[in-house]
């Protein structure tokens, strides 16, 4: 069984864009700022959002993060996207979701400025994406397409299940397996909550993308002996031994299907840290739009 470091390979593209950067550096060019816009004090959010920053600084991006309380009214947060839309440094940035109820994601997301997109969430990046044209990608999907191809997994003419179907996750996931690229060309099926055995689905999955958001839901009697399983849920479980109170679980139960699968990501160390890379790659990206 082979266990696909999404930490390590992680490492290793931040050490490239480190060299690009430096080298963008020398030669006196843009260096390249992300900016991350928190709102509100939820636990998870303030990890993955630290979690960018501190990436940011060890590739030597620019990275500035914005707090804004929970009482932020709709309009407010306009005029902060706004901003960062119209400031000439930030080649890119993020609305860390979810956003407190009140406020309207989609109308936040409507108003980023596509080039500025480097979630690949807005409607013009979506549409690039799924019509096969340059753009934003967004990054857990895009993450875990670099694991695949830089673990060497055959994506072509696989059975691929993706579970769930947000649209940060697993309908972008979808459209990046199926189109017609290496990797890519899978014959994929996406479930979600209203699909008839599930099980079913997934035993024929030779690839399984799980992105439900409940906490080691896929059992060995779902899996194919072989398959291999990557498992994009990060759930906090309650867990008295530990310090924080809580560890951390994948939507994969990962202890139970080790020994039937033929590579598995760990939570953590899987996927997590792919997206922040992957966010990184497009915000170098931006940085080089002229
Ligand atoms: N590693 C990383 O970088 C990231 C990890 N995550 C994690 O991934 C998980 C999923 O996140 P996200 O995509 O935002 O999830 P959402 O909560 O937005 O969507 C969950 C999806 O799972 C489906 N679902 C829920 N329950 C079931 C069920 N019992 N059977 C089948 N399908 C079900 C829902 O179906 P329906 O549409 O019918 O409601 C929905 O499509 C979470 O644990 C999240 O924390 C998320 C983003 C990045
Ligand atoms: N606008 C927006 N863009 C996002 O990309 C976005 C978002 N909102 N909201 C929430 C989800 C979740 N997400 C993660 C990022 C990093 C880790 C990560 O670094 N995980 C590490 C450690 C996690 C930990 O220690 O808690 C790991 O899995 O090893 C996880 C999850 C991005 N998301």
Same mark, same amino acid.
């Given at each position: 069984?082979?266990?696909?470091?999404?930490?390590?390979?992680?490492?290793?593209?931040?050490?490239?864009?480190?060299?690009?950067?430096?080298?963008?550096?020398?030669?006196?060019?843009?260096?390249?700022?992300?900016?991350?816009?928190?709102?509100?004090?939820?636990?998870?959010?303030?990890?993955?959002?630290?979690?960018?920053?501190?990436?940011?600084?060890?590739?030597?991006?620019?990275?500035?993060?914005?707090?804004?309380?929970?009482?932020?009214?709709?309009?407010?947060?306009?005029?902060?996207?706004?901003?960062?839309?119209?400031?000439? @440094? !930030? =080649? #890119? &940035?993020?609305?860390?979701?979810?956003?407190?109820?009140? %406020?309207?994601? /989609? *109308?936040?997301?409507? +108003?980023?400025?596509?080039?500025? @997109? !480097? =979630? #690949? &969430?807005?409607?013009?990046?979506?549409?690039?994406?799924? %019509?096969?044209? /340059? *753009?934003?990608?967004? +990054?857990?999907?895009?993450?875990?397409? !670099?694991?695949?191809?830089?673990?060497?997994?055959?994506?072509?003419?696989?059975?691929?299940?993706?579970?769930?179907?947000?649209?940060?996750?697993?309908?972008?996931?979808?459209?990046?397996?199926?189109?017609?690229?290496?990797?890519?060309?899978?014959?994929?099926?996406?479930?979600?909550?209203?699909?008839?055995?599930?099980?079913?689905?997934?035993?024929?999955?030779?690839?399984?993308?799980?992105?439900?958001?409940?906490?080691?839901?896929?059992?060995?009697?779902?899996?194919?002996?072989?398959?291999?399983?990557?498992?994009?849920?990060?759930?906090?479980?309650?867990?008295?031994?530990?310090?924080?109170?809580?560890?951390?679980?994948?939507?994969?139960?990962?202890?139970?299907?080790?020994?039937?699968?033929?590579?598995?990501?760990?939570?953590?160390?899987?996927?997590?840290?792919?997206?922040?890379?992957?966010?990184?790659?497009?915000?170098?990206?931006?940085?080089?739009?002229?």
């Amino acid at each position: 069984m082979q266990v696909l470091d999404g930490k390590a390979l992680a490492q290793t593209i931040k050490e490239e864009l480190k060299a690009e950067v430096d080298a963008i550096r020398q030669a006196g060019g843009k260096i390249p700022h992300l900016a991350a816009v928190l709102v509100g004090d939820d636990p998870a959010s303030q990890v993955y959002v630290r979690n960018k920053v501190r990436s940011c600084e060890e590739v030597g991006f620019r990275s500035t993060l914005i707090r804004r309380p929970a009482t932020i009214t709709q309009e407010e947060l306009l005029s902060v996207v706004e901003e960062l839309n119209a400031d000439p @440094d !930030v =080649d #890119g &940035f993020i609305v860390q979701l979810p956003l407190p109820g009140h %406020l309207d994601e /989609e *109308a936040i997301n409507l +108003a980023i400025h596509p080039r500025k @997109d !480097v =979630d #690949g &969430f807005t409607p013009v990046n979506v549409g690039r994406m799924t %019509l096969g044209l /340059e *753009a934003y990608l967004p +990054a857990t999907p895009n993450g875990i397409m !670099v694991l695949l191809e830089r673990y060497g997994i055959e994506t072509s003419g696989k059975e691929v299940v993706v579970l769930g179907r947000s649209n940060i996750v697993g309908t972008p996931m979808t459209i990046l397996l199926s189109r017609k690229s290496n990797p890519g060309n899978a014959t994929v099926t996406l479930c979600h909550s209203r699909t008839k055995d599930l099980a079913e689905h997934c035993r024929r999955a030779d690839i399984l993308v799980a992105a439900i958001g409940i906490p080691e839901m896929v059992t060995a009697d779902m899996v194919k002996e072989g398959a291999v399983i990557v498992d994009v849920g990060i759930n906090r479980v309650e867990d008295a031994s530990r310090k924080r109170g809580y560890r951390l679980a994948g939507d994969v139960n990962y202890d139970d299907v080790k020994g039937k699968v033929s590579a598995i990501t760990p939570v953590p160390g899987g996927v997590g840290p792919m997206t922040i890379v992957s966010l990184m790659m497009n915000t170098l990206k931006a940085s080089k739009v002229k």
